[in-house]
């Protein structure tokens, strides 16, 4: 941020809303920030879990166990938010800051539920086809969703 406002540099990549652009918004920096919606790349910069055949077969329960505790984290946070930044400041021994307590606000937000959904995903499959980055059938692409 401080070589943006400072002239260095025009602009920057690979910003997230919940880090970057929370931050311009809290000193008053004017910005535009070009998310997966302005952009023509689908879910771009999401996060996914992903794993293979054989590791869900054999941590099975361990990976339904994580996404049951993650998913229930997410819903308690969604209601509890002033537990998220004690947890925060507790884990890393920061003091308590408005920059960081408003960026914590945001991120929990963001938060959505593990749940495999192959519609999610298609739009980037067929963009990563077009720019033959992959070579998936459809077929193939259907395998990907076995959770």
């Known amino acids: 941020m401080k070589n943006l406002q400072e002239g260095n540099f025009d602009g920057a990549w690979l ?3 919940n880090f970057e652009v929370i931050e311009a918004e809290h000193i008053g920096f004017e910005h535009l920030f070009i998310d997966q919606y302005k952009s023509p790349y689908a879910n771009f910069s999401a996060l996914e ?3 293979t055949e054989t590791i869900l077969k054999s941590k099975k ?13 997410i819903r308690y946070l969604g209601k509890n938010t002033e537990f998220g930044k004690t947890a925060y400041y507790d884990y890393t021994k920061n003091e308590k800051d408005e920059l960081m307590d408003k960026i914590i606000e945001d991120t929990i937000t963001r938060f959505d539920y593990v749940k495999s959904d192959s519609n999610r995903w298609k739009n980037l499959c067929e963009f990563l086809k077009e720019l033959e980055v992959i070579d998936l059938s459809d077929d193939d692409y259907d395998k990907i969703w076995k959770l």
Not at 61 to 72: G, H, P, Q, S
């Open 15 to 17: 910003c997230f809303y």
């Open 49 to 51: 879990l992903m794993t």
């Open 61 to 73: 329960e361990a990976i339904e166990k994580f996404i049951a505790v993650t998913n229930e984290m």
